[in-house]
Nanobody, 127 residues
């Protein structure tokens, strides 16, 4: 089964930047909307950002709006997450996934409408 491989995490100081990448582990038959989520220790998984299949429409979680930017890559079902002005509360494992719901404009923030979750990549922001 295909899963989404997230990479690019690491340790960064507060105020710094990181760029995460996401790519499928194998062939994917069609272009889908994609999303980034994160999970900090002891907390529920949180919506970070999502892009429609076309890449034209993008949505962000409240805590990252204005600091993070999601974009699609040239290859099918690849995506990036540019993270600027990082703060310690951004520390988490970041996951990307493919959207398989019916109405993206309604469901983009609902993790249950996404599939092909991978292992994620750790982002640690020091103060």
């Amino acid at each position: 089964q295909v899963h989404m491989v997230a990479s690019g995490g690491g340790l960064v100081q507060a105020g710094g930047s990181l760029r995460l990448s996401c790519a499928p582990s194998g062939r994917t038959p069609s272009t889908q909307a994609m999303g980034w989520f994160r999970q900090a220790p002891g907390k529920a998984r949180e919506f970070v950002a999502s892009t429609s299949a076309s890449g034209i429409n993008k949505e962000y979680g409240t805590s990252v709006k204005g600091r993070f930017t999601i974009s699609r890559g040239a290859a099918r079902n690849t995506a990036y997450l540019q993270m600027n002005d990082l703060i310690p509360d951004d520390t988490a494992v970041y996951y990307c996934a493919q959207y398989l719901g019916q109405i993206w404009s309604r469901d983009f923030g609902d993790e249950h409408t996404y599939t092909n979750w991978g292992q994620g990549t750790q982002v640690t922001v020091s103060s």
